[in-house]
């Protein structure tokens, strides 16, 4: 039986495909062609759903930054019904956002493009808005400062390049890693 998917349902999956494509090749690199035939729609209709290429760019990053929030929600939640302190969900989260990007590395490879094309203005101010919205909701769900998380955002910013250059799944392998080449380089 072949089902018909709702226009929700058809644009979700075209931002999906889009996501997939931009994580790729960045914005400037993607084509909507390439888009639509992931997509498996044609091309007028993928500018009927978005109107431009950047309004769907614009739809994959609020729905790559939307996926590490609920990430971090439900990690948090769950965290915290275990008895964990601010410090243990802030890990907790931090772990599990590792896992994250390990098991879709185009999630990551879309937000490092999503800031590299931060020098269109419109683009900037979406990954910016998103990013702060991030920012304040850990702040929410962890129960501290938003001051408090600068260390926090940093390490993750460090996950981002362990996680594009190399097989760590960890901090401690990446640590391990480093030290060992850093030491062998001596």
């Known amino acids: 039986m072949n089902t018909r998917l709702t226009a929700d349902e058809r ?7 889009a996501a997939v494509e931009f994580a790729g090749g960045g914005f400037d ?3 909507t062609g390439s888009i639509a035939r992931r997509a498996g ?15 769907l760019f614009l739809a994959a990053v609020r729905d790559c930054f939307g996926r590490t929030g609920r990430n971090f929600e439900e990690t948090a939640r769950a965290a915290r019904a275990s008895g964990a302190d601010t410090q243990g969900v802030l890990e907790t989260m931090g772990h599990a956002y590792v896992h994250m990007l390990l098991a879709d590395r185009n999630l990551l490879r879309l937000q490092l493009h999503a800031y590299a094309a931060c020098g ?3 683009i900037r101010a979406v990954v910016r808005d998103e990013f702060f919205a991030l920012w304040r909701s850990v702040a929410g769900i962890a129960g501290c400062d938003p001051y ?3 260390p926090w955002f940093a390490e993750g910013m460090l996950i981002n390049v362990i996680a594009s250059i190399g097989d760590a ?6 640590d391990a890693t480093l030290l060992g080449g850093v030491a062998s380089a001596r």
């Open 120 to 122: 269109d203005p419109e």
């Open 11 to 17: 644009r979700d999956e075209v931002i999906a495909a």
């Open 169 to 174: 799944r960890t901090l401690e392998e990446f």
């Open 41 to 55: 729609v044609s091309q007028p209709y993928l500018f009927q759903l978005f109107g431009t290429k950047k309004d």
């Open 148 to 150: 408090a998380l600068h």
């Open 29 to 31: 690199g993607t084509s």
